[in-house]
């Protein structure tokens, strides 16, 4: 496949392009005896045809060989552009400092969880401890991806941190959205999670089940 992009990239797909294997080979990394063997093959596979004019080697891509890259971009852009992608992160619950609630309900993220997320959260966050490296990793994976989007805002007292969501559900039960704030005493190791409903009532839970989330990073 290096070899018919490399093709395509020369504009081969239009009209044959002057290629010599000294000029392949470097393109493609390999010695010139390799992508002379490649090019013989891939003509014989016919996704490719060769013209020889005077001392001049000239390449142009076949219907089959224009197909194929055709294929290669389709499944590219399907694993790259899939409009929807689940994670799923486990951890253990436990009692937080306390924070949850009081920043839920402040006015400045209140309005924006009620407009962004469609839903008025419960006055807290339910904490997960998240023990396993896997679970970390996704974790911290969560700051790559654009989330819905928190801004950060002023009371005239203090400033308060930008933070971003995800929506989630969690043990495939009750729908919510991780948070991930700019600024928090936590570290990769906790998971906290808001809905619109006190989660550890309506699943009956307590401190040191298991729970299961998952995050949809789309």
């Known amino acids: 496949m290096q070899t018919l992009l490399e093709l395509l990239l020369l504009g081969a797909k239009e009209s044959p392009v002057k290629l010599s294997t000294m000029d392949l080979a470097r393109k493609i990394g390999k010695s010139q005896q390799a992508a002379s063997k490649h090019l013989s ?11 020889v004019e005077g ?17 290669l971009h389709s499944t590219l852009t399907n694993a790259l552009e899939k409009k929807r992608r689940i994670c799923e992160i486990s951890g253990t ?21 009620i407009t962004k997320l469609g839903f008025d959260p419960f006055p807290g966050t339910l904490n997960l401890r998240l023990i396993s490296k896997i679970d970390r990793a996704l974790r911290r994976d969560l ?29 495939n039960k009750i729908k919510g959205a991780v948070l991930a704030v700019e600024r928090t005493h936590y570290d990769d190791s906790v998971l906290e999670i808001i809905a619109h409903q006190n989660i550890r009532d309506v699943l009956k839970v307590s401190d040191g089940d298991t729970i299961t989330v998952q995050i949809d990073i789309s």
Do not use: P, W
Request: glycine letters at 12%.
């Open 41 to 51: 093959e891939l003509e014989q596979q016919r996704f490719l045809e060769r013209m």
């Open 143 to 171: 700051e790559y991806h654009i989330g819905i989007g928190i801004e950060g805002f002023d009371d005239g007292e203090r400033t308060y941190g930008k933070a971003k969501c995800f929506r989630s559900t969690v043990n």
């Open 93 to 113: 619950l436990f009692t937080g400092l306390g924070e949850g609630a009081y920043y839920v309900a402040l006015r400045g993220y209140r309005r924006q969880f």
């Open 55 to 71: 001392s001049d080697s000239y390449v142009k891509l076949t219907r089959k060989g224009v197909d194929a890259m055709a294929e």
